[in-house]
């Protein structure tokens, strides 16, 4: 039940307003995903299926009280950039060209 103002949450740049994510937001989006995948209403073979976007807006929409989130352009911005962001961790964790680096479960 998190409320954010506008002008906490947006700032101007060269293209029209962008939102800034708060960590409590990426929060809300990442368990509001898991829940849905568990579901599995809207699994698919490579994700999600077309309309997740939607539900999952409304999802959000109770959790995270006025943070007006809308599927496009706020939600399907800040998946893809989490998706850039964690490729490059598992990338370092499961990848194929990670010099040796990985996770031993008993150090």
Known sequence: ???FSQSSVSSQNSRGTK???VPEEDAALVACM???HNVGTFNANTGFKASYLNELEKMLEKVLLYA???AKPNLESRIRT???DWSI???MLNGKN??????DEHR
Do not use: E, P
């Open 1 to 3: 039940m998190l409320g």
């Open 19 to 21: 939102r800034k994510w």
């Open 34 to 36: 898991v829940d849905l």
């Open 68 to 70: 007006m989130l809308k």
């Open 82 to 84: 989490l998706k850039m």
């Open 89 to 91: 961790i598992y990338d």
């Open 98 to 103: 990670n010099s040796g680096f990985g996770w």
